[in-house]
């Protein structure tokens, strides 16, 4: 990791419900997780039903 750039510009996420590949834009915020936001919703209910605490 090159701590001279931000992390956010390194990271080479997925969607962690689909799996396809995420653009990152540049500048202050978090990490992309997912496409759109019923992909998050989806990837929640699916976590939840499983017996996680999300």
Same mark, same amino acid.
């Given at each position: 990791?090159?701590?001279? @750039? %931000?992390? @956010? %510009? &390194?990271?080479?996420?997925?969607?962690? =419900?689909? *799996?396809?590949?995420?653009? &990152? @834009?540049? *500048?202050? /915020? !978090?990490? !992309? &997780?997912?496409?759109? /936001? *019923? =992909? *998050? @919703?989806?990837?929640?209910? !699916?976590?939840?039903?499983? /017996?996680?605490?999300?």
């Amino acid at each position: 990791m090159d701590y001279t @750039k %931000s992390a @956010k %510009s &390194q990271c080479n996420a997925a969607c962690l =419900h689909c *799996g396809a590949t995420l653009e &990152q @834009k540049q *500048g202050p /915020g !978090r990490v !992309r &997780q997912f496409c759109d /936001g *019923g =992909h *998050g @919703k989806a990837y929640r209910t !699916r976590m939840r039903a499983l /017996g996680f605490d999300l």
